[in-house]
């Protein structure tokens, strides 16, 4: 069991938690009343706020139990492969999970880690071939909650990110050499056993994270964070992702900027959007307009405004007008882009 270490307060805790992040990956505590598992279920962007030191760009919550006919990981007893959450908002996957336990599994449950940077080291030195092709061919690589396309390793929202699927897609080749190198990395998982109110913070950009089966009631309160801040990762790794994507960005500069955004390419919003749209979340899940307008100081009218304009381009954009956001367009621009590269490398 990792060392579970005690929340000193808002003071020293983030700082303690995001260098363990750093250093190793993951981090276990145990937290005060205000970082209660029930808080988590309650508030669970107050709870992400209190825990990470920073207002979240968006926290997403799923209680994560067995349920009669479960047939999602989230939702039932069995095991869970290594994998990594990958569900993306604007174009990046979450940069932390939380998991607060609310109660253990009677038998087995325990929590399953294996960090990213030393898989790839390991396979940049047994396969190179397949190290770069990690980084440089586009794919589409499946979930539950829908395909997540690009590179195995990509920079995602300025941070550089793994992403690995719990199951190997049927022909896809280099999914399953990835998935050998996964099992032979078994003797490096860490196992955790969380108690009731520890809570567990992983790297999710870093870390594959999985669970054993269980018997009994058991149920966590998951959440999965997207923050302003970026954990460190090898910089050659980053250097590497990063002129794949320029490459990648001036092969698709004509295309729909709803294809790019999705593939992670382009040009950042301005902070200014970025923190205008934290606004508008925030006003829909209810935090008072006095209180914004106060805080940031605006006048009110112009939060109005601005949730109008925000729920104007949202209804656009899922009445179909974004052009070139559907998995169709994704996997076309993908084919497109590998052909170019198949045929670049014949003439060589």
Same mark, same amino acid.
């Given at each position: 069991m990792s060392e579970r270490w005690i929340w000193p307060g808002p003071e020293g805790g983030p700082a303690r938690l995001f260098g363990e992040l750093a250093a190793r990956g993951f981090s276990v505590l145990r937290g005060d009343a205000a970082l &209660?598992?029930?808080?988590?279920?309650?508030?669970?962007?107050?709870?992400?706020?209190?825990l990470l030191g920073a207002r979240p760009l968006l926290v997403e919550r799923q209680p994560i139990k067995a349920v009669p006919g479960g047939r999602s990981f989230a939702a039932s007893s069995a095991? &869970?492969?290594l994998h990594t959450d990958s569900q993306c908002f604007a174009g990046a996957p979450p940069a932390v999970q939380i998991m607060a336990c609310v109660r253990p599994a009677e038998r087995g449950g325990g929590c399953l880690l294996l960090d990213g940077w030393p898989l790839l080291?390991?396979?940049?030195? =047994?396969?190179?071939?397949?190290?770069?092709?990690? +980084? $440089?061919?586009?794919?589409?690589?499946?979930?539950?909650?829908? *395909?997540? +396309?690009?590179? $195995?390793v990509s920079l995602r929202g300025g941070a550089l990110a793994l992403t690995h699927a719990p199951v190997v897609p049927p022909g896809d080749a280099l999914a399953a050499r990835l998935a050998r190198f996964v099992e032979a990395s078994r003797r490096e998982v860490i196992e955790l056993s969380l108690g009731p109110a520890d809570i567990l913070v992983v *790297? #999710?950009?870093?870390? !594959?994270?999985?669970?054993?089966?269980?018997?009994?009631?058991?149920? +966590?309160?998951?959440?999965l964070v997207w923050t302003e801040a970026r954990l460190p990762?090898?910089?050659?790794? #980053? =250097?590497?992702?990063?002129?794949?994507?320029?490459?990648?960005?001036?092969?698709?500069?004509?295309?729909?900027?709803a294809t790019q955004r999705r593939l992670g390419l382009g040009a950042p919003p301005p902070p200014e959007a970025r923190r205008r749209v934290g606004l508008v979340l925030e006003m829909l899940r209810g935090v008072p307009p006095g209180v914004l307008a106060a805080r940031e100081r605006i006048p009110e009218p112009e939060l109005?405004?601005?949730? *109008?304009?925000?729920?104007? &381009? &949202?209804?656009?954009? !899922?009445?179909g007008d974004a052009e070139g956001a559907d998995d169709g367009a994704l996997a076309e621009a993908i084919a497109r882009m590998n052909a170019l590269d198949a045929s670049r490398a014949s003439r060589r």
């Amino acid at each position: 069991m990792s060392e579970r270490w005690i929340w000193p307060g808002p003071e020293g805790g983030p700082a303690r938690l995001f260098g363990e992040l750093a250093a190793r990956g993951f981090s276990v505590l145990r937290g005060d009343a205000a970082l &209660a598992p029930e808080e988590a279920a309650r508030a669970p962007w107050s709870f992400a706020e209190r825990l990470l030191g920073a207002r979240p760009l968006l926290v997403e919550r799923q209680p994560i139990k067995a349920v009669p006919g479960g047939r999602s990981f989230a939702a039932s007893s069995a095991a &869970a492969p290594l994998h990594t959450d990958s569900q993306c908002f604007a174009g990046a996957p979450p940069a932390v999970q939380i998991m607060a336990c609310v109660r253990p599994a009677e038998r087995g449950g325990g929590c399953l880690l294996l960090d990213g940077w030393p898989l790839l080291s390991a396979i940049e030195r =047994a396969d190179p071939e397949l190290f770069r092709a990690l +980084f $440089t061919v586009y794919r589409r690589i499946p979930f539950v909650f829908g *395909d997540f +396309f690009g590179p $195995t390793v990509s920079l995602r929202g300025g941070a550089l990110a793994l992403t690995h699927a719990p199951v190997v897609p049927p022909g896809d080749a280099l999914a399953a050499r990835l998935a050998r190198f996964v099992e032979a990395s078994r003797r490096e998982v860490i196992e955790l056993s969380l108690g009731p109110a520890d809570i567990l913070v992983v *790297d #999710n950009r870093r870390m !594959l994270h999985g669970r054993r089966a269980f018997e009994g009631a058991r149920e +966590f309160v998951r959440l999965l964070v997207w923050t302003e801040a970026r954990l460190p990762s090898p910089p050659a790794y #980053n =250097a590497l992702a990063a002129e794949v994507a320029e490459a990648a960005a001036r092969r698709l500069a004509e295309g729909p900027r709803a294809t790019q955004r999705r593939l992670g390419l382009g040009a950042p919003p301005p902070p200014e959007a970025r923190r205008r749209v934290g606004l508008v979340l925030e006003m829909l899940r209810g935090v008072p307009p006095g209180v914004l307008a106060a805080r940031e100081r605006i006048p009110e009218p112009e939060l109005y405004r601005l949730r *109008d304009a925000a729920l104007a &381009a &949202a209804e656009a954009a !899922l009445s179909g007008d974004a052009e070139g956001a559907d998995d169709g367009a994704l996997a076309e621009a993908i084919a497109r882009m590998n052909a170019l590269d198949a045929s670049r490398a014949s003439r060589r």
